[in-house]
Each structure stands twice: as C-alpha cells, then as structure tokens.
C-alpha cells in the first residue's frame, strides 16, 4: 500500500464507522474538489453507493459553474441533495457585496446560520428528487445529528486541532480546550441527547495528496480549478466577492500537481486568495466555533 | 511534471509518510522545536513567519517560533499548547506529521490521542529542569500505546552551557526509567530548538555530541511493517445489502488489521464460531481483487448466507484464531472524571465490538510519574494505569496485545465519554462469572418478607416462572404471548405481559441504542426475578434471543426457573428451547402446546380434593 491507499483507507474506515454510529447523518457538499474527493470516499466506502444525504448551503453568490456543477452530477450519481440557504438576509441584501456588512459578518449570516438552521430543520430545505431532477421543499425536517465534512488539518490553523469525530454543542459550538480523546482507531460515537458531532475523513489529507487522489481515481472536478486560456484559474472555491483565482496555467490536473510539488505554490498557501481568513487574526477561529466549517 | 522537478525518493508512489508526536513536560519546549523544525526546513507557506513576526511586534511581544503553532486566540492566551496540533512538513527522506501534544497534566487524553496515532515519538526534556513529572508519565504512556521508536532531544542547551556533564547525567536517569517500562530510546540528542542547535544542522557549540540531528534521527526512523504475516484479522465494522438501490450483494465491511485472505478462503466469524467462505472481496472504481491484505479498508461476499451477527472478528481456519471470552487482564489508563469503579456498569469498544463491561478486580493501580504501585485501592482515580481484570457480559474476540496488537486494545466509555484506554496481556477463566457472583450477592442480602414462596404457590395455584418466547422478527410472538396471557387470566392465574416496548418505555428509558441490548437483557432478568418473587407467571418475547443472553437471565431469575418457547427458526446452539414451534400461524394449537407444557412441568397446580 502506499501514501494514497493508506489515506484512502483510514477515510473509508471512518466513513464506516460514522455510518454504524449515526442515524440521522449528512454530509456536507461545498462542490470544492475536498467535498467531492469526500464524497468519492463514500462511494468506496460504501460500494458504489451514498447511503445518506448531502447537503450544499447556497449564499447565492457561489459561482453559476459550481451549481450546474452540482445538479449535474446530483442527477447522475442520484444523491439524495439537500439545499439550504438564509433567504432573509439574501432578500434584505444584508450581505458584504451590497455594502451591508463585513465580510465575516456575511460568511456568520450565508454560511453558518443557514448551516445550523438547516441541519437543525427549523429553516426550509429544498431537495432534490433524483427521478424528475427537480427542487421541492420541506419545512420542519427532522435534525441531522452527525454531519460528515471535509475539513483539511493543513488548511489553517484551527483546523489542525480538529477531531476525527469532534463533537458540537445544541447551537453548533465548539469546546476546543475539551475535545473527547481518541485512542488507535477508537473514536467518540457516544453522544448525550442534544449533541451533535462533526465527522472529518479528510482530516490528514494535504492539498497536494487531494490533487494526487483526483488524478489516481479520475474524478470529474469543477472546471473552474483550470486555467481556460486567461492565465488564471481558482485554487480555492468560495463565494466569488471573496474568493480571487490565482495567477496559473495549469489547465490538467498533473499541472496542478506539478504547481504545488515543486512549482510556484509549493510554499503558498492554500486559502491565500481567501479574504475573510485576513480580516482578523484569527478569524475563522472565532467562525469555527460558532458553527462555520 | 520532469523527472528532475523533485528528490528522487520523494517522486511518485514510493514516498512514505510518518506521524511523530512530540511529546514532554509543559514548558519543555515542544511547540518552539516544531515551530523552528518548520522554519529550518523551509516548510512554512510563504508570509507565515513574517506574518506571526508582525503580530508579535503589534501585540509588543518577543517573537517566539512557538506562536507559529499556537493558531488558536486560546493558545496564546494561556501560552501553552492544549491539542494536538498537526502540521506537515518533508524531509529529503518522506513526509511527515508531526503532531505537537500537549504537556500540561490537565491535557493528557489530547496528549494520548496525538501520541496513539503517531509511529514514532520525539520527546523533550529541559537540560535545565531535568526529568519531570510528566516525562515519565509520558514516557510511560508510550510503552502503554505501543510507541517503540523514540529520539529524546535535551532541549534548552543553551541554558546548560551546552555542558556535557548536563546532557549525560539527564540521559544516564531517564534511560533507567525508561528501562523499567522496557523502552529503550534510539537516540538522545543534545539541542537547542530556539538558537537551532542540533535541530535540522550540527552545531559547533557542541563538538563533544557526535550523534545524529533531530532531523536525521527521524528519517532513521522505519515504518512499522503492515503486519500481512500476522494472522488474518477482519473485525467487522458492518453489514451492507442496498437492496432499494438495487444492489443484491450483502457484503461484511471492514478493515484488514493484520495478515491476508484470498476468495475461496475457509473463514469463522468470533466468537460466534459461524463458518463460511470468501466470496469475492469488493470494491468501487478498482479492479477486481483475489486477495486483500492488511490494511485495506474491504468488503467481502460469502458463499453461504450465515447470519453473521455484530461485534465479530473474521479469521482464517486455517490460522491461529482470535481469542474469546468473557474475563481479560488489561492494563488500563483512566482519563474519566469520575473514577472507574467496581459494580458500575460502563461499554468496552474493543475491535469492531462494543459491550457492556464491569471493572472486576484490580490487581495493582500505578503512579506513572514515580512507577510505585499500590495494590490496595478500591478505584482507578484520572490519570492513574491500573493493571486490573474487566468482565463483559457476552464473550468477546481478541488479541493479547504481545501477539496482535490491533485488536488486543480497546477503549471503555463512561456516560458518552471516552474514558479509558488499553491494552490486553491475557485471558482469565474465572472460577465464578460476574453475574452469577452479583445474584449470589443478591440473594445474601435480599429483604425477604414473612410469606414464603410456597405459602404463594398455594394461593395463587401455580409455581412463578418466566415464560420467554424467542424467534425472528415478525412471527407473531406478541400476539402470542398476549393471547396466552390472557387464557390463563381466564382460567384464575396470576400472570403478566410484559411487553418489550413497556420495559423501553419505563425502566430503560435511559437507554438510548441498540448497542445496549445487553444492558436490556440484564434489567429484564432482574424484571422477571422480581415478578417471579411476587409469585408471577411473567410471559415475555424477545427477537433473536442467543445462547449468552438466555443464559444471563436464567441467572439473574434464579431460583426461579425460565421456559424458553422457539417460535420459528431460532439462534440458540447450546442450549435447546423447552418448547420449539415451527408453524408459528396456528396460534391455538401454539397455546394449547404452552400450556400443556406449563402443566406438564406443574406449573400449573390442579387440586384434586
């Protein structure tokens, strides 16, 4: 076995265990090549299948590529998708874009409370039926209490201190001084009433092993991550007022790959195009504990 | 990508990656080693070293190669490190994850979870502070984990003078401490992690050290070998069958933990002792496989559908099986709030399985700082190593660890938490099991009223018993069981339904899962105890019931004696129903049956004046 099997093992292995573990799981679905290798993963974990639903928390400002990226491939692979999005504050314009807001203000409003309401089912969710491959809505879904996620230990800092299995309070928070130990292969899969936890299988995967993978497995990726011939392309996906493409023209994934080896992003990091990470010192912490991936 | 685009050992497929913990008292100066093994080696993202300078000259501190790691607003609070960070970083040799674990006390369950996924350790210890507390605690605790690969950096030279006298003396001490616990490290490198000596480069401050670098000693390190000559271990995680999805294979889940298995392979499920055959071994987007080997996350196909129940192991028949019982010998480590206790009842997770557990005895608890032990106390206090024996409740699959390792370790869970953790040395048979030592107990101290159980029998015309209907799902057993329940109400009887979802609702309701039907069991045993007591005839039903649970309540009903009526197919081996039905549909024929069996066995008491 090498590198890659080993990492695709221990992913698998986790995704068993938080199947065995889980009634009511999800699994969150960014369209970014980490959540797409994750889902990937569960197709081998599960023999071709995907036994719970994913969820994509829309801002409406993600890329159009990203979102018929993702009814594409809902359609074909017949996941069971689930879309969640803050109508309100996408109607009333509280968002950076329009000037309302600060950038972490909006990614707290677009992202984490839509996430929580979401996965809580206090706000509406629209799925997808995979026989029409049309949306219909459902209000007062029930609660998912495990929620897979493809967080990275080397994509920032507070990443790096994640769990396996890391378990969230009843508003999403995060105790990062108390984390449950985990022994060998043991993980929590214990939970009080009330708790919630988030599963990470990519947790010791790097940029550069989820590139290697894409290739190895074939795995279809959003075209955004090439350059189409302007000499730029994304190296990171987000929502576009704060995500910049980087200067490159890598157009295949053995390009990208030779990029972060050796090329110029081999000591650049990842979420460097990323603004709302500047905006204070340590701002996805402060997120990531109220609830942001 | 050109082929002299990378080091030659790091192209392609045959790169290696290792995890290393650094470990070592707080303020030994761990997160400095790591943050300044980054920096020397050019592994830090552009603008990350400039970037914590600058904050450092904001807030007005002296910058630290610490503050790279503490990413946390908590961290650098407090200045100590409270998880296990992991970074990466390469050297010429492999890449690494180097996971920096905590030193403070109050953090030690994040220390053992760095430390219990790591290959390798790297631990610290103050030239000028010496040997402390928690580095022998920690050193300890990697004998405990199973970590045989150990540098030791005395850090902080540059405080000794760099005197040789200094680094001698530390190393002369914590060898003969480590001696006792059987490690033995590999090397013990004097440093400097904030000046860099010995770090990533020699340094001519200590001419007199002619050993490796940090940097070189953990690229001497190897990689454990895969364990595939082991015998064959498959713990199995689950059973899959997407059926709606159109899928008829029923595959068995899991990791191969050590050896290899090939399609046609004889195997046996422990402890249940079921057997059968490989298949075919599945996956998604691979080519089809006749072999899988350790370490691979598979699945497996048989060729006879048996039954194959939760928490087995998958062996070879032709190998050394997997040990099986109820009583182990364990070395533990306590990491609960609360202290683990005798009597209480707490979940084993060991391999795939998961069972209730009792701590039994304890033979002797450690104090991991000094090494003495106590062999009087009544409970294993956090942060204490226990040799001590646990019991379950049905037999388990294992390995001692000395043999396998992968499943010869386990955790126990204490009220949702992950409490302890360990490794097993043996296998005891035990004179007496655990449940029957409890009812002896029991009836010892049970506060018995005035009326005897025959002054019951004759009022009441009958002998107590419980009645427990067993089969599959979906036979009818309820309706069964309430049907008879009723006819003997009918005919005078003191009898009782107890149905299944009653007992869920009311004295289980603080059970939760399905992990804990064994918990469900020992309460329904007590339940019928106390209703045989009172003189009842209890008639219950329970699905799938097997040989260990059927023989747990007979136990706890003692003295009172249990029927045991098969509906349908049923799963017990050693021991046979009193009453077995196959045409469970005719439902008066099956309770004229019950009851002619009831009075056969004089149950039911006739006068005849």
């Known amino acids: 076995m090498d590198y890659l099997d080993e990492l695709e093992s221990q992913s698998i292995y986790i995704f068993r265990e938080a199947y065995r573990s889980f009634k009511d799981l999800v699994m969150l679905w960014s369209i970014g090549k980490d959540s797409t290798v994750l889902l990937w993963l569960a197709r081998k974990a599960f023999f071709g299948h995907v036994p719970f639903p994913l969820m994509h928390i829309d801002t409406s400002f993600k890329i159009p590529e990203m979102i018929e990226y993702r009814d594409r491939f809902a359609r074909q692979w017949k996941l069971k998708l689930i879309v969640g999005m803050n109508r309100e504050a996408i109607d009333s314009r509280q968002t950076f874009p329009d000037g309302a807001v600060s950038r972490l203000q909006c990614c707290a409003a677009l992202k984490t409370e839509a996430l929580r309401h979401t996965l809580s089912g206090r706000w509406p969710r629209r799925i997808l039926d995979p026989d029409s491959g049309e949306f219909y809505t459902v209000e007062n879904g029930p609660p998912f209490t495990g929620v897979i996620v493809g967080a990275r230990a080397d994509e920032e800092g507070s990443r790096s201190k994640e769990r396996y299995f890391s378990p969230r309070g009843q508003e999403s928070d995060w105790e990062v001084s108390d984390q449950p130990p985990e022994l060998w292969n043991q993980f929590k899969t214990d939970f009080a009433p009330g708790t919630h936890v988030r599963i990470h299988p990519l947790l010791d995967w790097t940029e550069l092993n989820i590139w290697e993978y894409i290739q190895r497995e074939n795995i279809p990726v959003v075209s955004l991550y090439f350059d189409q011939g302007y000499g730029r392309r994304y190296r990171s996906l987000g929502c576009w007022p704060c995500t910049a493409p980087v200067e490159s023209t890598a157009k295949t994934v053995a390009e990208i790959i030779e990029e972060l080896r050796s090329g110029k992003f081999a000591h650049i990091a990842e979420r460097s195009g990323r603004q709302q990470d500047k905006e204070d010192g340590s701002g996805l912490e402060t997120l990531r504990r109220s609830g942001y991936m | 990508m050109t082929a002299s685009s990378t080091a030659g050992l790091l192209s392609g497929r045959n790169r290696q990656q290792m995890n290393i913990v650094v470990i070592g008292h707080v303020d030994h100066g761990k997160s400095t080693l790591i943050g300044r093994l980054l920096a020397d080696t050019g592994s830090l993202p552009k603008g990350k070293l400039e970037s914590v300078q600058a904050y450092c000259a904001r807030n007005a501190k002296p910058f630290e190669y610490a503050f790279l790691l503490d990413a946390l607003k908590e961290e650098q609070a407090q200045g100590i490190t409270i998880d296990t960070a992991r970074c990466f970083f390469k050297s010429s040799r492999r890449e690494y994850i180097i996971l920096d674990a905590p030193g403070h006390v109050e953090f030690l369950k994040n220390m053992i979870s760095g430390a219990a996924r790591a290959e390798a350790a790297l631990l610290l210890i103050d030239a000028k502070e010496g040997i402390r507390e928690n580095s022998r605690r920690h050193g300890y605790l990697l004998s405990l984990l199973g970590i045989r690969q150990i540098a030791v950096a005395v850090n902080k030279m540059d405080l000794a003078d760099y005197r040789r006298d200094v680094f001698e003396t530390i190393q002369k001490d914590y060898t003969a401490f480590l001696q006792q616990v059987k490690l033995q490290p590999r090397f013990f490198i004097p440093v400097s992690a904030r000046f860099g000596d010995n770090l990533c480069t020699r340094s001519a401050r200590m001419s007199w050290y002619d050993g490796p670098t940090v940097l070189e000693a953990m690229d001497r390190f190897e990689k454990e070998p895969a364990g595939r000559e082991k015998p064959f271990r498959f713990p199995v995680q689950d059973v899959y069958k997407f059926t709606e999805e159109g899928d008829d294979r029923r595959i068995a889940a899991g990791r191969v933990e050590t050896g290899t298995v090939r399609v046609g392979d004889e195997v046996v499920f422990l402890p249940s002792g079921k057997r059968s055959r490989i298949a075919s071994i599945e996956g998604f987007n691979k080519p089809p496989q006749t072999e899988a080997c350790a370490g691979q996350s598979t699945g497996f196909t048989l060729t006879e559908q048996v039954y194959i129940p939760p928490n087995q192991i998958l062996c070879r028949a032709d190998q050394p099986p997997a040990r099986t019982g109820t009583c182990l010998k364990v070395n533990l480590f306590w990491m609960g709030r609360q202290p683990m206790v005798k009597g209480k009842r707490y979940k084993l997770k060991l391999a795939a399985a998961r069972e209730s557990v009792w701590l039994r005895e304890i033979y002797t608890v450690l104090d991991a700082t000094d090494l003495s032990t106590d062999s009087r106390s009544c409970q294993i206090e956090r942060h204490d190593v226990a040799e001590c024996l646990l019991e379950t409740l049905r037999p388990v699959a294992f390995d001692r660890v000395s ?25 005891i048979a035990p004179e007496k099991d655990w449940l029957s030592e409890h009812v002896q107990r029991r009836q010892m101290y049970w506060q018995r009223s005035r009326i005897r159980p025959q002054n019951r029998s004759e009022r009441y015309k009958q002998n107590a018993a419980l009645v427990l209907l067993c089969g599959p799902n979906g036979v009818g057993k309820s309706e069964i069981a309430k049907t008879l329940e009723e006819q003997l109400f009918s005919a005078g009887r003191m009898v009782y339904y107890l149905g299944l979802d009653n007992s869920l609702l009311g004295v289980d309701s603080d059970l939760q899962t399905a992990d804990e039907r064994d918990e469900y069991i020992r309460r329904l045993g ?39 009526v098969a509906i349908g197919p049923h799963r017990l081996v050693h021991s046979r129903p009193d009453l077995h039905l196959d045409n469970p549909a005719d439902v008066p024929e099956v309770i004229e ?16 004046l």
């Open chain 2, 403 to 427: 043999e396998i390792a992968q499943t010869g370790r386990f955790v126990i869970i204490d009220n949702y938490e992950i409490a302890g953790g360990g490794i097993i040395l043996d296998a």
């Open chain 2, 526 to 564: 007590e339940i019928a105890h106390l209703f045989a007591d009172a003189g009842l005839i209890l008639i219950t039903a329970i699905s799938h019931l097997d040989d260990y649970e059927l023989q747990a309540i007979r136990t706890l009903n003692q003295p009172y004696p249990c029927l045991v």
């Open chain 2, 593 to 608: 049956k019950i009851k002619c069996l009831l009075a056969r066995e004089h149950y039911l008491l006739e006068y005849h």
